[in-house]
């Protein structure tokens, strides 16, 4: 049996139990922030840049109120942070750490649940045919995409809205909002191929375009992920509005 007084010096180097309750209860707090589904499409969003609530709510579905208070508790959780423009308030990431949380947590969720991958095959319309189709035959690395893009060898398509495009972009990137592609497709040279993308792996915009582009005639594939991932790997991105 140990002595008394060793016992007891073995018990104070765990610390005082309450203090490392409050600890984990204070990391908690990230974890439930996370714990919404429509708080986690916010933090998708806002991985494209800063965005107006009038703007995040719409883009996610949301009311104005509904929008405001999932972004509050992003916010107590420091996860995002609030610029006031007049009577506007634009909420952006705190951080590319967060960006990254969010990206692993994707990750996470996709590996260990059988049902989210379901989900997301589902969403993005890459089961069945598609899932069986070579990788190549859809899709772009991004080291393979920034080598024939600086080679003037294809044509990068962002397919994101505008104020998506204007916060942060490829290089050289063409901004076609999805909606708008049908309509400017005189726009893309003839004969090049044409590489689209868009948020992030979880984002259907690129497909779409894919898609399109193909039943028209155009030689097309995707970014194997989108601008997300991009950042996250430490490629270069301009600003800006297309001129």
Not at 131 to 139: F, I, M, Q, Y
Not at 204 to 210: I, M, R, W, Y
Request: glycine share 12%; with cysteine; aromatic share 4%.
């Amino acid at each position: 049996m140990l002595p008394t007084v060793f016992h007891r010096s073995l018990e104070d180097g765990m610390g005082d139990p309450g203090k490392k309750a409050a600890l984990f209860e204070q990391l908690a707090r990230v974890g439930k922030a996370l714990g919404n589904g429509k708080r986690l499409e916010l933090l998708d969003l806002l991985t494209q840049g800063e965005r107006s609530v009038e703007n995040l709510a719409a883009a996610a579905g949301l009311g104005l109120s509904t929008a405001s208070a999932h972004l509050q508790v992003l916010k107590r959780a420091g996860l995002v942070t609030t610029r006031r423009d007049g009577t506007r308030i634009h909420y952006d990431l705190a951080g590319l750490d967060v960006a990254r949380l969010y990206a692993q947590l994707r990750t996470v969720a996709g590996d260990r649940l059988a049902e989210v991958e379901r989900a997301r095959e589902d969403y993005l319309g890459t089961g069945g045919a598609l899932a069986g189709e070579d990788a190549g035959g859809r899709e772009v690395r991004r080291d393979e995409l920034l080598a024939r893009a600086e080679a003037g060898e294809l044509t990068v398509l962002d397919v994101r809205p505008p104020e998506e495009y204007a916060a942060a972009h490829i290089p050289g990137a063409v901004s076609i909002p999805l909606e708008e592609l049908s309509a400017r497709l005189a726009e893309l040279p003839d004969g090049q191929e044409v590489v689209a993308y868009c948020r992030g792996a979880w984002c259907v915009l690129a497909h779409e375009a894919v898609d399109l582009l193909r039943a028209r005639g155009r030689r097309a594939r995707r970014l194997e992920d989108g601008l997300l991932e991009w950042r996250l790997g430490g490629l270069p991105v301009d600003t800006g509005r297309a001129a």
